[in-house]
């Protein structure tokens, strides 16, 4: 079989190359998968470059997350051969996983591989984001890169629950598409103040909760943006810088900045929580409530030019592998 491997850290674009191994054979809780598609996604770049919270151990597979068919399973396994799934597991970029029969999430004949293959890191994310910021609706929540696949979710999500949005980009490209999902405000910040274009867009009440992925002087900038007693959650930094945060708004405002990783919430949350997630989840993609546009799909031969593409500014779209 044919599997993307990286033997040392580095440029994705630099260091990930397809390599043949032996087929694998699933154990007692396992079930062996074929791919049919996978994602990729900033967190799959960022551990490539060791720059994400588990380590990689070298040599490593790359990517977190796809949909495949079940080929084999193991002894223990509660999954029929065939069944079509969501999973998750390192080494996804390939034509074949094992996974744990625990991480797998039987999807709908009515939703398309496509997107099945990115129903777990991103509609996750988003979803228990907006739950954990607390924002009600008719208040303000603010979305910092939002031409992101998972800053357009967040879009489509607030806009069902009625929850009022600013979304912040760097370029003009996309404004209409982000209207079209329903954000309410688009701040360039190349262009525009942030702090002050938010107070004038919320009555200098300021904004609930701002959802933040780029850190450096914009997570600075929106850190002046929030309201009394809101909240921050970082889920990102895609700048590579640490913000300088301003100690007296935070002690004067009463603010609270978190971190946000999927990994540790999953962990965190109890059965009956990750179930609602799930069927929310899978409801708002299976239905259509919720799209998730593809700008390009790529063989594994082609891993060079698929996540230079993944990793280049002015995406619309996410970028798949299909082996």
């Given at each position: 079989?044919k599997r993307?491997?990286?033997?040392?850290?580095g440029?994705?674009?630099?260091i990930?190359n397809p390599?043949?191994?032996?087929?694998?054979?699933p154990?007692?809780?396992?079930?062996l998968i074929?791919?049919?598609a996978?994602?990729?996604?900033?967190?799959?770049?960022m551990?490539v470059q060791?720059?994400?919270?588990?380590r990689p151990?070298?040599?490593s597979g790359?990517g977190?997350e796809?949909?495949?068919k079940?080929?084999a399973v193991?002894?223990?396994?509660k999954v029929?051969?065939g069944?079509?799934?969501?999973f998750?597991a390192?080494?996804?970029w390939?034509e074949?996983?094992?996974t744990?029969h625990?991480t797998l999430i039987p999807?709908?004949?009515?939703?398309?591989?496509?997107?099945?293959?990115?129903?777990f890191?991103?509609?996750?994310t988003?979803?228990?984001?907006v739950?954990d910021?607390?924002?009600?609706?008719g208040?303000w929540?603010?979305i910092?890169?939002?031409?992101?696949a998972l800053?357009?979710m967040?879009?489509?999500?607030?806009?069902m629950?009625?929850?009022?949005t600013?979304?912040?980009?760097?370029?003009n490209?996309h404004?209409?598409e982000?209207?079209?999902?329903?954000?309410?405000?688009?701040?360039n910040t190349a262009q525009e103040n942030l702090p002050?274009?938010v107070?004038?867009?919320?009555?200098?009440?300021?904004?609930?909760?701002v959802?933040?992925?780029v850190?450096?002087?914009?997570a600075?900038e929106?850190l002046?943006c929030?309201?009394?007693g809101?909240?921050?959650?970082?889920?990102g930094v895609?700048?590579?810088q640490d913000p300088?945060?301003n100690i007296?708004?935070?002690i004067?405002?009463?603010?609270?900045?978190?971190?946000?990783?999927?990994?540790d919430?999953m962990?965190?949350v109890d059965?009956s929580t990750?179930?609602?997630v799930?069927?929310?989840?899978?409801t708002?993609l299976?239905?259509?409530?919720v799209?998730?546009?593809?700008?390009?799909?790529?063989?594994l031969?082609?891993?060079?030019?698929a996540v230079?593409h993944?990793d280049a500014?002015?995406?619309?779209?996410k970028?798949?592998?299909?082996p």
């Open positions: 079989m993307i491997v990286f033997h040392q850290f440029k994705p674009a630099d990930l390599e043949s191994a032996e087929m694998l054979t154990g007692p809780d396992e079930v074929k791919v049919l996978s994602p990729i996604n900033p967190s799959d770049i551990f060791n720059l994400y919270g588990i151990q070298l040599p790359a977190f796809g949909v495949g079940v080929e193991g002894s223990n396994a029929a051969v069944t079509r799934v969501s998750t390192i080494g996804a390939s074949y996983v094992i744990n625990r999807v709908p004949d009515a939703m398309d591989d496509e997107t099945a293959a990115q129903l890191v991103n509609p996750f988003a979803v228990a984001m739950e910021s607390g924002v009600k609706t208040e929540l603010m910092t890169a939002c031409t992101s800053g357009k967040v879009i489509q999500i607030c806009k629950r009625g929850i009022k600013i979304g912040t980009v760097r370029r490209d404004n209409e982000l209207k079209a999902l329903g954000v309410d405000e688009i701040i002050k274009r107070q004038q867009i919320t009555n200098y009440e300021g904004v609930r909760a959802l933040e992925c850190g450096g002087e914009t600075s929106a002046k929030m309201g009394r809101a909240m921050m959650l970082i889920y895609l700048s590579l300088k945060i007296g708004l935070m004067f405002r009463e603010l609270t900045l978190k971190g946000f990783w999927l990994t919430w962990r965190r059965g990750r179930q609602k799930s069927q929310e989840v899978i708002l299976s239905t259509g409530q799209k998730m546009p593809i700008e390009a799909t790529y063989t031969d082609e891993i060079k030019t230079a993944a500014p002015g995406r619309w779209g970028v798949l592998l299909k």
